[in-house]
Protein backbone atom coordinates (compact mmCIF):
# COMPACT_ATOMS: atom_id res chain seq x y z
CA UNK A 1 0.00 0.00 0.00
CA UNK A 2 2.67 2.65 0.55
CA UNK A 3 4.84 1.50 -2.40
CA UNK A 4 1.01 2.53 -4.49
CA UNK A 5 0.52 5.29 -2.62
CA UNK A 6 4.02 7.05 -3.43
CA UNK A 7 4.09 5.55 -7.02
CA UNK A 8 0.69 7.46 -7.73
CA UNK A 9 1.65 10.93 -5.47
CA UNK A 10 5.39 10.50 -7.30
CA UNK A 11 3.03 10.11 -10.57
CA UNK A 12 1.05 13.04 -10.06
CA UNK A 13 3.64 15.29 -9.16
CA UNK A 14 5.43 15.01 -12.54
CA UNK A 15 2.47 15.11 -14.80
CA UNK A 16 2.22 18.71 -12.65
CA UNK A 17 6.17 19.47 -13.73
CA UNK A 18 6.13 18.50 -17.00
CA UNK A 19 2.45 19.81 -17.55
CA UNK A 20 2.84 21.28 -21.62
CA UNK A 21 3.64 17.95 -22.01
CA UNK A 22 1.24 16.15 -20.49
CA UNK A 23 -1.32 18.49 -22.25
CA UNK A 24 0.54 17.79 -25.78
CA UNK A 25 0.21 14.12 -25.16
CA UNK A 26 -3.38 14.16 -23.49
CA UNK A 27 -5.03 16.35 -26.44
CA UNK A 28 -3.30 13.87 -29.07
CA UNK A 29 -4.37 11.19 -27.37
CA UNK A 30 -8.51 12.74 -27.37
CA UNK A 31 -7.60 13.19 -31.03
CA UNK A 32 -6.75 9.12 -31.40
CA UNK A 33 -9.94 8.34 -29.69
CA UNK A 34 -12.28 10.64 -31.20
CA UNK A 35 -11.31 8.74 -34.28
CA UNK A 36 -10.89 5.78 -33.23
CA UNK A 37 -14.61 5.93 -32.06
CA UNK A 38 -16.08 7.68 -34.74
CA UNK A 39 -14.89 4.68 -37.42
CA UNK A 40 -16.54 2.14 -34.97
CA UNK A 41 -19.55 4.02 -35.07
CA UNK A 42 -19.29 4.35 -38.95
CA UNK A 43 -18.42 0.50 -39.69
CA UNK A 44 -20.95 -0.38 -37.20
CA UNK A 45 -23.73 1.64 -38.98
CA UNK A 46 -22.35 0.15 -42.40
CA UNK A 47 -22.38 -3.28 -41.19
CA UNK A 48 -25.90 -2.90 -39.80
CA UNK A 49 -27.25 -1.65 -42.56
CA UNK A 50 -25.61 -4.05 -44.60
CA UNK A 51 -26.97 -6.80 -42.72
CA UNK A 52 -30.47 -5.12 -42.88
CA UNK A 53 -30.16 -4.70 -47.29
CA UNK A 54 -29.17 -8.22 -47.13
CA UNK A 55 -32.64 -9.50 -45.34
CA UNK A 56 -34.09 -7.69 -47.82
CA UNK A 57 -32.36 -9.30 -50.04
CA UNK A 58 -34.77 -11.54 -53.07
CA UNK A 59 -34.50 -12.75 -56.30
CA UNK A 60 -37.35 -11.50 -58.73
CA UNK A 61 -37.88 -13.17 -61.94
CA UNK A 62 -40.36 -11.62 -64.39
CA UNK A 63 -42.25 -14.34 -66.22
CA UNK A 64 -43.85 -14.23 -69.60
CA UNK A 65 -47.68 -12.81 -70.35
CA UNK A 66 -49.29 -16.61 -70.48
CA UNK A 67 -47.33 -19.02 -69.10
CA UNK A 68 -48.93 -22.00 -68.26
CA UNK A 69 -49.66 -22.30 -64.26
CA UNK A 70 -48.84 -26.13 -64.50
CA UNK A 71 -45.25 -25.03 -66.16
CA UNK A 72 -44.80 -22.21 -63.40
CA UNK A 73 -45.58 -24.93 -60.88
CA UNK A 74 -43.49 -26.85 -62.04
CA UNK A 75 -40.41 -24.14 -62.04
CA UNK A 76 -41.35 -23.18 -58.88
CA UNK A 77 -40.94 -26.56 -57.15
CA UNK A 78 -37.65 -26.80 -58.89
CA UNK A 79 -36.05 -23.54 -57.92
CA UNK A 80 -37.81 -24.37 -54.07
CA UNK A 81 -35.51 -27.86 -54.02
CA UNK A 82 -32.44 -25.91 -54.38
CA UNK A 83 -30.16 -26.01 -51.00
CA UNK A 84 -29.83 -21.86 -51.38
CA UNK A 85 -33.76 -21.13 -51.24
CA UNK A 86 -35.50 -20.88 -48.60
CA UNK A 87 -39.11 -19.29 -50.07
CA UNK A 88 -40.29 -18.94 -53.41
CA UNK A 89 -43.53 -17.05 -54.15
CA UNK A 90 -45.84 -16.14 -56.92
CA UNK A 91 -47.49 -13.02 -57.77
CA UNK A 92 -49.92 -12.85 -60.91
CA UNK A 93 -50.06 -9.35 -63.03
CA UNK A 94 -53.43 -8.30 -61.07
CA UNK A 95 -51.68 -8.49 -57.64
CA UNK A 96 -48.43 -6.82 -59.29
CA UNK A 97 -50.61 -3.94 -60.36
CA UNK A 98 -52.84 -3.53 -56.97
CA UNK A 99 -49.46 -3.62 -55.07
CA UNK A 100 -48.07 -0.85 -57.32
CA UNK A 101 -50.88 0.80 -56.75
CA UNK A 102 -50.99 0.23 -53.01
CA UNK A 103 -47.31 1.67 -52.87
CA UNK A 104 -47.79 4.76 -54.86
CA UNK A 105 -51.24 6.03 -52.49
CA UNK A 106 -48.77 5.07 -49.33
CA UNK A 107 -46.48 7.61 -50.93
CA UNK A 108 -49.20 10.45 -51.15
CA UNK A 109 -49.30 10.03 -55.13
CA UNK A 110 -52.37 10.59 -57.17
CA UNK A 111 -53.33 6.97 -58.71
CA UNK A 112 -56.48 8.34 -60.67
CA UNK A 113 -54.69 7.50 -63.61
CA UNK A 114 -54.04 3.48 -63.48
CA UNK A 115 -57.96 3.20 -63.01
CA UNK A 116 -58.70 1.40 -66.37
CA UNK A 117 -55.53 1.50 -67.94
CA UNK A 118 -53.87 -2.05 -69.76
CA UNK A 119 -52.07 -3.56 -67.33
CA UNK A 120 -48.34 -3.20 -68.26
CA UNK A 121 -46.85 -5.16 -65.00
CA UNK A 122 -45.47 -9.29 -65.55
CA UNK A 123 -46.55 -11.96 -63.13
CA UNK A 124 -42.76 -12.94 -61.11
CA UNK A 125 -41.99 -15.05 -58.79
CA UNK A 126 -39.84 -14.03 -55.32
CA UNK A 127 -37.60 -16.10 -54.42
CA UNK A 128 -35.71 -15.53 -50.67
CA UNK A 129 -32.09 -17.19 -49.73
CA UNK A 130 -30.78 -18.89 -47.13
CA UNK A 131 -28.06 -16.53 -47.08
CA UNK A 132 -28.71 -13.03 -49.49
CA UNK A 133 -25.11 -13.29 -50.59
CA UNK A 134 -25.53 -16.20 -52.50
CA UNK A 135 -27.82 -15.20 -55.38
CA UNK A 136 -25.44 -16.22 -58.43
CA UNK A 137 -27.02 -19.87 -58.77
CA UNK A 138 -30.84 -19.16 -58.21
CA UNK A 139 -30.08 -16.47 -60.41
CA UNK A 140 -28.49 -18.29 -63.50
CA UNK A 141 -30.86 -21.34 -62.68
CA UNK A 142 -34.04 -18.72 -63.31
CA UNK A 143 -32.39 -17.09 -66.28
CA UNK A 144 -31.99 -20.59 -67.80
CA UNK A 145 -36.01 -21.46 -68.25
CA UNK A 146 -36.02 -18.75 -71.46
CA UNK A 147 -39.12 -20.02 -72.39
CA UNK A 148 -40.91 -18.41 -68.78
CA UNK A 149 -38.86 -16.29 -67.87
CA UNK A 150 -38.27 -13.16 -69.30
CA UNK A 151 -35.99 -10.83 -66.90
CA UNK A 152 -34.35 -11.63 -63.98
CA UNK A 153 -32.01 -8.56 -62.69
CA UNK A 154 -28.59 -8.97 -61.70
CA UNK A 155 -28.21 -7.84 -57.21
CA UNK A 156 -25.09 -9.63 -56.61
CA UNK A 157 -22.79 -7.12 -57.93
CA UNK A 158 -24.45 -4.21 -55.96
CA UNK A 159 -24.34 -6.18 -52.62
CA UNK A 160 -20.95 -7.36 -53.76
CA UNK A 161 -19.97 -3.58 -53.80
CA UNK A 162 -21.72 -3.02 -50.11
CA UNK A 163 -19.37 -5.88 -49.00
CA UNK A 164 -16.14 -4.58 -50.74
CA UNK A 165 -16.84 -0.96 -49.23
CA UNK A 166 -17.36 -1.73 -46.00
CA UNK A 167 -13.93 -3.51 -45.90
CA UNK A 168 -11.97 -0.70 -47.91
CA UNK A 169 -13.53 1.75 -45.29
CA UNK A 170 -12.50 -0.52 -42.37
CA UNK A 171 -8.91 -1.08 -43.87
CA UNK A 172 -8.60 2.98 -44.61
CA UNK A 173 -9.87 3.69 -41.24
CA UNK A 174 -6.93 1.60 -39.29
CA UNK A 175 -4.10 2.41 -41.53
CA UNK A 176 -5.05 6.25 -40.40
CA UNK A 177 -5.51 4.91 -36.65
CA UNK A 178 -2.11 3.13 -36.49
CA UNK A 179 -0.76 6.34 -37.57
CA UNK A 180 -2.27 8.08 -35.03
CA UNK A 181 -1.83 6.17 -32.59
CA UNK A 182 1.91 6.02 -33.28
CA UNK A 183 2.17 9.52 -33.07
CA UNK A 184 0.41 9.41 -29.58
CA UNK A 185 2.75 6.50 -28.72
CA UNK A 186 5.66 8.85 -29.71
CA UNK A 187 4.38 11.82 -27.42
CA UNK A 188 3.68 9.94 -24.65
CA UNK A 189 7.48 7.98 -25.10
CA UNK A 190 9.51 12.16 -25.34
CA UNK A 191 6.87 13.16 -22.03
CA UNK A 192 7.98 10.70 -20.29
CA UNK A 193 11.44 10.64 -21.15
CA UNK A 194 11.46 14.52 -20.59
CA UNK A 195 10.16 13.52 -17.33
CA UNK A 196 12.81 11.36 -16.36
CA UNK A 197 15.73 13.65 -17.65
CA UNK A 198 14.28 16.22 -15.18
CA UNK A 199 14.20 14.49 -12.67
CA UNK A 200 17.78 12.38 -13.50
CA UNK A 201 19.41 13.64 -10.45
CA UNK A 202 16.62 12.38 -8.12
CA UNK A 203 16.98 8.72 -9.60
CA UNK A 204 20.23 8.21 -9.43
CA UNK A 205 20.17 9.04 -5.77
CA UNK A 206 16.84 6.63 -5.04
CA UNK A 207 19.06 4.11 -6.65
CA UNK A 208 22.26 5.02 -4.68
CA UNK A 209 20.45 4.35 -1.53
CA UNK A 210 18.99 0.92 -2.81
CA UNK A 211 15.83 1.86 -4.41
CA UNK A 212 14.49 -0.73 -6.28
CA UNK A 213 13.57 -0.39 -10.27
CA UNK A 214 10.26 -1.31 -9.74
CA UNK A 215 10.24 2.32 -7.34
CA UNK A 216 12.00 3.96 -9.89
CA UNK A 217 9.79 2.83 -13.19
CA UNK A 218 5.89 2.56 -11.73
CA UNK A 219 5.89 6.18 -10.81
CA UNK A 220 6.53 7.19 -14.87
CA UNK A 221 4.26 4.22 -15.74
CA UNK A 222 1.31 5.67 -14.10
CA UNK A 223 2.12 8.76 -15.56
CA UNK A 224 1.17 7.46 -18.84
CA UNK A 225 -1.73 5.41 -17.36
CA UNK A 226 -3.01 8.85 -16.37
CA UNK A 227 -2.83 10.45 -19.67
CA UNK A 228 -4.70 7.40 -21.19
CA UNK A 229 -7.17 7.47 -18.72
CA UNK A 230 -7.59 11.25 -18.59
CA UNK A 231 -7.73 11.44 -23.12
CA UNK A 232 -10.09 8.51 -22.39
CA UNK A 233 -12.48 9.62 -20.03
CA UNK A 234 -12.76 13.39 -21.66
CA UNK A 235 -13.56 11.28 -25.13
CA UNK A 236 -16.63 9.45 -23.74
CA UNK A 237 -17.71 12.83 -22.21
CA UNK A 238 -17.30 14.52 -25.60
CA UNK A 239 -19.48 11.84 -27.40
CA UNK A 240 -21.25 11.86 -24.84
CA UNK A 241 -22.29 15.25 -25.18
CA UNK A 242 -22.66 14.78 -29.29
CA UNK A 243 -24.62 11.80 -29.02
CA UNK A 244 -27.80 13.51 -29.72
CA UNK A 245 -26.73 15.25 -32.97
CA UNK A 246 -24.67 11.76 -34.02
CA UNK A 247 -28.05 10.16 -33.72
CA UNK A 248 -29.32 13.04 -35.74
CA UNK A 249 -27.19 13.03 -38.47
CA UNK A 250 -27.19 9.19 -38.57
CA UNK A 251 -31.20 9.09 -39.26
CA UNK A 252 -30.56 11.56 -41.69
CA UNK A 253 -28.61 9.71 -43.93
CA UNK A 254 -29.83 6.20 -43.26
CA UNK A 255 -33.74 6.77 -43.65
CA UNK A 256 -35.63 3.77 -42.24
CA UNK A 257 -32.46 1.31 -42.41
CA UNK A 258 -31.36 0.69 -38.51
CA UNK A 259 -27.94 0.92 -37.85
CA UNK A 260 -27.58 -0.58 -34.44
CA UNK A 261 -27.28 2.11 -32.41
CA UNK A 262 -27.95 0.48 -29.15
CA UNK A 263 -26.58 -0.07 -25.70
CA UNK A 264 -24.31 -2.93 -26.59
CA UNK A 265 -22.90 0.05 -29.59
CA UNK A 266 -22.28 2.15 -26.35
CA UNK A 267 -20.62 -0.39 -24.00
CA UNK A 268 -18.61 -1.61 -26.81
CA UNK A 269 -17.35 2.21 -27.02
CA UNK A 270 -16.88 2.64 -24.33
CA UNK A 271 -14.62 -0.99 -23.62
CA UNK A 272 -12.46 -0.07 -26.58
CA UNK A 273 -12.05 4.00 -25.75
CA UNK A 274 -10.73 3.08 -21.66
CA UNK A 275 -8.54 -0.10 -23.15
CA UNK A 276 -6.76 1.60 -26.09
CA UNK A 277 -6.18 4.46 -23.99
CA UNK A 278 -4.72 2.74 -21.07
CA UNK A 279 -2.65 0.64 -23.48
CA UNK A 280 -1.39 3.53 -25.33
CA UNK A 281 -0.29 5.41 -22.28
CA UNK A 282 1.12 2.62 -20.70
CA UNK A 283 3.30 1.34 -23.33
CA UNK A 284 4.81 4.67 -24.31
CA UNK A 285 5.70 5.02 -20.36
CA UNK A 286 7.04 1.61 -19.97
CA UNK A 287 8.97 1.86 -23.39
CA UNK A 288 10.73 5.00 -22.25
CA UNK A 289 11.66 3.84 -18.86
CA UNK A 290 12.74 0.34 -19.78
CA UNK A 291 15.17 2.39 -22.15
CA UNK A 292 15.94 5.11 -19.72
CA UNK A 293 16.92 2.20 -17.12
CA UNK A 294 19.06 -0.03 -19.28
Known amino acids: MHFLRFSVRQALQGLWRNSVMTFAATFTMILMLILLSALVIVINGVESGLEYIESRVEVRAELHDGALDERVDGLQARVLAMPEVAEITYTSKEEALAQFIADREEQGQDTSAFAGIQNPLYAYLTVRLVN ?53 LLIIVNSIRMALMARAQEIEIMRLVGASDRYVRWPFVLEGLFIGLAGAMVTLLLLLLASPAISDVASDVAGSVPLGFDQSLTLQITAIVLGAGLALGGAGAWISVRTYLR
Not at 138 to 164: A, Y
Open 132 to 184: PRETELVTETLRSEVDLVRFVPDQQTGIDRLVELTAQLRNLGFIVLSFVALTV
